[in-house]
């Protein structure tokens, strides 16, 4: 054989970006451009169709660049017997990091670990090596009691905090977001973490000790540039706290994580773990440090899970892992796909942990640092994102930073306005949810949870009269010899209070809607029906009568269909033989013209309480509603509202 090199290129000449430009004026046949081809994102970014590649572009990587990410998983049972034989399972099949979800944080749904002293701590991780495995606590109220919780059983358990990779995950700011309220003023909130990140270190941990929840914004609708912003205002107002202190600002930034959620929109999941990368090594730079990898904690969202079909929750999750990994996070948390329903059992949690494993060792996703750089689409999406995140910092600078912001409510007002235009989107299925408002499987079988009841008062931390307010040393101390956590947790003080922002799922609209249709499934023996007169033949009607049939289903309601109907007169026969109440004309455009006012004249006659019809009527609706047509159905309506108004009908007595 040769071994001569063939250019399978030569003679070929290479196209250009007006080359391109022309085929597609061409396809469009006169259709807007921007309208057609160039997408919009939350913050008002453009999206083009088509980049340049970045030839010169630098990767943008995190302190695991080289390495796989870790793969933590969630130890939220409120028995510690059984979160024991959960967390071991879990590390015995691939997973090398826990993230420990006590009650009342975000995450916790109702659930968590209910520990009130080390020794139950203890035996919930019974057999987990806490120097061999990574560890993360998730956020949440008391956050610097269960820092010291985890502690103090380093300490009773004999290891050295040197070989203990602990990220201690003290968030008040996120608590105050959250729950709408810190316990005490910021100025006293600031010294405890403080007084509690150089207790941790002095002891030899090497943290991070306080971290950045931007899940809490993610799940009140906050657009990804208002994340970053956020995480940015949230990072500097902890730098400042402990720079306060007598931290140096190089120290005080290696003591910070930040945990992002995570989406199914890869594009902008890459982009935006890359942008704030590149963002904090600015913070770095006006702090006059040297710009260092920081350390970003990914999970798979709350806000893209479904309790319908939630089997498609696995893709959404593979979609997440994916842009979390190639966008550098430095450990990832796939919420099992039954979250949604109550506490996931070990199938689900197995689905979980394996599309990390399968990512990680068959795709071998991790062994390229930043396999996006120099693609023009994730480098532009980067900039962008970076330029307008820092603009809405600066505004909450402006504001006095972000504990007055979310006091006077600037933030959560910001964030609403992005998720009322996003839930507009859903409802016109502009932003469509496979399984749930596209493609819904009405006869869906049931999944199996743990049979734990969710209680969302578990654990809520209680100031105790009379405690008086102890140092972060003298916490672990009194924990170490057995006192509980209501010890240790000081008296009530001046709080400082905020509007809580609340968590939605995209689905929840939709998912009432099913909600109450199968109530009425339930109280009468068979769904909410609506008769589809598909007129002429299948080639004809199957693109709307399919159209209509899915669109019925995302809102509980079965559709009667057929092959089609050769004639008004058959249309009513069968729609009479169906007990239907209401009846939906499903065609071609020619048909309509052709069939469609007889068929609503005769389904009228038969006693149908509304006749409705697929598609645009256009210069036919006149003619159209005088024969009896009440309504059309068509892309680009607020579906939510007309299938919510259907169902009132179809279910009035």
């Known amino acids: 054989m040769s071994a001569e090199k063939v250019d399978l290129a030569t003679g070929f000449e290479i196209p250009t970006e007006e080359d391109w430009r022309k085929l597609v004026t061409k396809a469009l046949k006169g259709a807007d451009f921007q309208k057609r081809l160039v997408s919009k994102t939350a913050d008002g ?75 139950e701590l203890d035996a919930a991780l019974d057999g987990v090596a806490l120097d061999m495995v990574a560890v993360r606590i998730d956020p949440a109220p008391a956050g610097r009691i269960n820092a010291a919780l985890v502690a103090a059983l380093v300490e009773r358990r004999g290891l050295n905090a040197q070989d203990c990779a602990i990220d201690f995950g003290i968030d008040p700011i996120g608590n105050l977001a959250h729950r709408g309220r810190l316990a005490a003023d910021w100025a006293s909130v600031s010294k405890r973490i403080a007084d509690a990140a150089g207790v941790l270190k002095s002891k030899g941990f090497e943290g ?39 931290w140096t600002s190089q120290d005080a930034s290696k003591a910070l994580s930040w945990t992002f959620a995570i989406d199914a929109d890869q594009f902008m999941g890459i982009s935006k773990l890359r942008a704030m990368r590149r963002l904090w090594g600015r913070i770095e730079e006006a702090c006059g440090n040297e710009p260092r990898p920081i350390r970003i904690n990914a999970e798979s969202a709350w806000r893209m899970m479904t309790k319908r079909d939630p089997w498609v929750n696995m893709l959404r999750g593979t979609m997440a892992t994916f842009a979390s990994g190639i966008g550098g996070a430095d450990s990832m948390t796939v919420l099992p796909h039954t979250q949604v329903l109550g ?3 070990g199938f689900a949690r197995r689905i979980a942990r394996n599309t ?74 502009k932003a469509g949810i496979t399984g749930t408002s596209e493609f819904p499987l009405l006869a869906e079988g049931t999944l199996e949870v743990l049979d734990v009841a969710p209680d969302p008062e578990r654990g809520v931390p209680q100031p ?26 000081p008296g009530p003080t001046a709080s400082v209070q905020a509007p809580a922002l609340g968590a939605i799922r995209l689905a929840e609209p939709f998912e009432a809607l099913r909600d109450k249709a199968d109530q009425y499934r339930e109280a009468s023996g068979s769904a909410p029906r609506v008769f589809l007169a598909s007129l002429g033949p299948i080639a004809a009607h199957t693109l709307r009568s399919t159209w209509m049939k899915n669109l019925l289903a995302a809102g509980g309601i079965e559709a009667i269909a057929s092959e089609g109907f050769a004639s008004a007169e058959e249309a009513r026969d069968a729609f009479k033989a169906s007990g239907a109440r209401i009846a939906c004309i499903c065609s071609s455009d020619d048909v309509y013209a052709d069939m469609a006012e007889d068929a609503a004249q005769e389904l009228k006659q038969a006693g149908a309480l509304h006749v409705l019809l697929a598609g645009r009527p256009g210069e036919q609706e006149p003619r159209l509603k005088s024969a009896g047509v009440d309504g059309f159905v068509f892309a680009g309506q607020d579906m939510v509202a007309f299938l919510g108004t259907l169902q009132d009908d179809l279910i009035a007595d």
């Open 45 to 119: 970014l453009e999206v083009d169709p088509l980049y340049a590649r970045r030839a010169q572009a630098s990767p943008v990587a995190g302190p695991m660049a080289g390495q796989p990410w870790r793969i933590s998983v969630r130890v939220d049972h409120p028995d510690a017997a059984a979160a024991s034989e959960q967390v071991l399972d879990e590390l015995r099949n691939g997973a090398d990091s826990v993230t420990l979800v006590f009650p009342a944080g975000l995450s916790a749904r109702g659930y968590g670990l209910a520990c009130e002293t080390v020794s």
């Open 464 to 489: 105790a009269d009379g405690n008086p307010e102890l140092g972060f040393a003298e916490v672990i101390a009194a924990l170490a010899v057995g006192k509980s956590r209501s010890d240790v947790t």
């Open 208 to 246: 991070p000790f306080i971290t950045s929840d931007l899940r809490i914004y993610h799940e009140a609708g906050a657009s990804e540039a208002q994340e970053l912003a956020l995480a940015l205002a949230t990072g500097v107002t902890y730098l400042r706290a402990l720079v306060d202190h007598g």
């Open 343 to 345: 506490l996931p059992d």
């Open 356 to 429: 990390q494993n399968v990512l990680l060792e068959e795709s071998n996703l991790w062994r390229v640092a930043d396999p996006s750089a120099g693609a023009g689409s994730y480098e532009a999406l980067t900039d962008e994102l970076v330029q307008k995140a820092w603009s809405l910092f600066q505004d909450i600078e402006r504001e006095g930073g972000v504990v007055e912001s979310l006091k006077t409510g600037a933030i959560q007002a910001r964030i609403d306005a992005v998720a009322k235009a996003r839930a507009k989107d859903v409802a016109l299925r």
